[in-house]
């Protein structure tokens, strides 16, 4: 069976392509930018109708939504996966916080303070989004207060998930966190992470 990943690396698509890289798969990358008309015409939108980045095809079989994505890769593969139903709970629970609880508020402090241009700015959202992004943190912190990882005793596609959403964390500043900076840091030294970061480092520069 044949892994199509589609999605530019500078996007969410970099999740995945991190997770394929720790799973040790083997896929095709197509990248589709975020913003390009490739996502809005009909044989993307046949894999992903909402047109946005990343999709997979594997071996016939669409999905989309990156976390959910690295879920089933990493549960197909049988690596990075929980060996208890209670570490599955844990792996649940926090690829839900990355979705429901990381991204909308770290995705709006970044947004208004780095990533749309100066123009379109609006200060007032990214001091709303400070103090969720704070106690977002300090709920991880805690959870990191007796245990290396969050879900069982090893590295699992759940700190991938959380990390991967935590990719612009360091911008916010995690000194006010020890431990999670201390995991954060574990996590971005994996091997498969810092070729995924090259990665999205090297597609963010390229031109269009």
Known sequence: MS?????VAASRAFRTLWAARELGLAYDHVPHHYAGPEVKAAPYLAINPMGAVPAIVD????MYESLAINLYLARKAGRLWPATVEGEGR???WT????GEIDPVIGQWYGHTAYLPPEKRKPELAEE????????????ESALA?????????FTIGDLNLAAALFRAPAFGLDPWPKLKDWHARCYSRPAAKAAVAEREASAAAPR
Do not use: H, M, N
């Open 91 to 93: 792996v649940f629970q």
């Open 129 to 140: 989004a400070a103090p969720k992004l704070r106690q977002r943190l300090g709920a991880i």
């Open 3 to 7: 892994l199509t990943i589609y999605g």
């Open 96 to 99: 839900l916080f990355a979705a």
């Open 59 to 62: 071996g016939g079989f669409p």
């Open 146 to 154: 007796s245990r290396a990882w969050l879900a069982e005793r090893e």
